[in-house]
């Protein structure tokens, strides 16, 4: 979706749009958003540049956004460049010691760099962390269950699961202005690595932070039924359903799990939107209407 260049909107509509905003920006002044950034935001480089622009815009109105991103399509090219091939059991990436060097370097190194780059760019102050920052992310190994049948567990590597996290270090950073950018990798009592999906981070990331909001990113509108149709909003009952009935699946699994279990544990707002839609954010945070999906514990 393309933005309309702003030399053909008239400045007298430009202003009532920017006083529109004004009851959301006094609504979440101080309050933390969490930002799950991936897909094709992440991919292509005006959804990129938008997405920068729009993390910057809302901590200069005085919101405190923190970003945890992913990093799949890049963890797989570079794999497919050292001649591995990638592996997913219900959604989970199977993560060998020798996946696990190529998720470090990809997610803490590439990924988030360029997004730091890319956000300092446009005048914020973006600071990277792993979860190996200051104590926060303590990971175990992860024993994925089968989600048909509860008594087979799958052996999915170095992929980890979230024991605890130790918020000082982000909000130490949020104190000073900072914008933290997460990479999902956390580090255990064996002094391993584990790479921890993103999704899961970012739902347990808005608990712990008490976020206002946790945002989504995705390459759909939201969560669609069987007839490809937008759900604009979902009950913790619908989503049991919607699992059950294998609407929800793959990928979706995670994702739609850690916004649910959020919802649940006092985060106010889990929102799932179109990451393709240029200032998908502003559209979802700053505005009535919103891009995507709505899930309430």
Known sequence: MNTLNSQFVPAQLKAEILSEALPFIQKFHGKTIVIKYGGNAMTEERLQRAFARDVVLLKLVGMNP??????????????????????????????DAETMEVVEWVLGGQVQGDLVTLINSFGGQAVGLTGKDGGLIRAKKLKLQDIHDPTVFYDVGQVGEIESINPAVVKAL?????????????VGDDELS????????????????KAEKLVMLTNTPGVLDKEGNLITGLTSQEIDALFADGTISGGMYPKISSALQAA??????????????????????LTPQGVGTMIKG
């Open 66 to 95: 923190v970003i945890v991103h992913g990093g799949g399509p890049q963890i797989g090219d570079a794999l497919r460049r050292v001649g591995k091939q990638s592996e997913f059991i219900q959604g989970m990436r199977v993560t």
């Open 194 to 209: 584990y790479n921890i999906n993103a999704d899961v981070v970012a739902g347990k990331m808005a608990e712990t932070l």
């Open 264 to 285: 649940r544990n006092g985060v106010k707002a889990v929102h799932i939107i179109d990451g393709r839609v240029d200032h998908c954010l502003l559209l979802e945070i």
């Open 174 to 186: 949020q104190d000073d202005a900072f914008i933290p950018v997460i990479s999902p990798i956390g």
